[in-house]
């Protein structure tokens, strides 16, 4: 396992839970996107560190021990979130503070050798949870 600065979540849907690890540098709005995501339904997978791995062709993520089933809400603390212990994979969201192209060309990245659809968000609007959403659908 290797560890990968980001912030897992996953949502319940017809082909099962579906992960999808945020990314970007601190202070980025991983955490803050991760609650809203939460706040909608989904459930916390790992916050800021993750652990992830290959196996079978298929990418999973975990939380380090110490921080499973905690995420920071800025201002208010570390605090307890409804989570998994485990989820596969199967979006990368790069987190932005910018606008990304409107209609951009379908992006891929690989991560622990598996090649994955990559979305370039900017986190700041309130539709952000609604868009990582859309995309997970459109796989």
Do not use: N
Not at 27 to 37: E, F, H
Not at 44 to 57: I, K, M, Q
Not at 88 to 110: G, H, N, S
Not at 112 to 119: M, V, W, Y
């Amino acid at each position: 396992m290797q560890p990968v600065h980001a912030t897992a979540v996953a949502r319940s849907g017809p082909r099962g839970w579906q992960g999808v690890l945020l990314r970007g540098p601190s202070g980025a709005g991983k955490s803050d996107l991760a609650l809203r995501l939460i706040h909608g339904g989904w459930r916390l997978v790992a916050d800021d560190y993750t652990h992830v791995w290959a196996s079978d062709r298929t990418l999973y993520a975990c939380a380090p021990q110490c921080i499973a089933g905690h995420i920071e809400a800025r201002g208010v603390g570390i605090v307890s979130a409804g989570s998994l212990p485990l989820t596969r994979i199967v979006l990368l969201v790069d987190c932005l503070k910018v606008q990304p192209e409107r209609l951009p060309e379908a992006a891929f990245d690989r991560l622990a050798g598996i090649r994955l659809p990559c979305l370039a968000l900017d986190i700041r609007p309130a539709s952000a949870p609604v868009t990582v959403g859309l995309a997970l659908d459109r796989l």
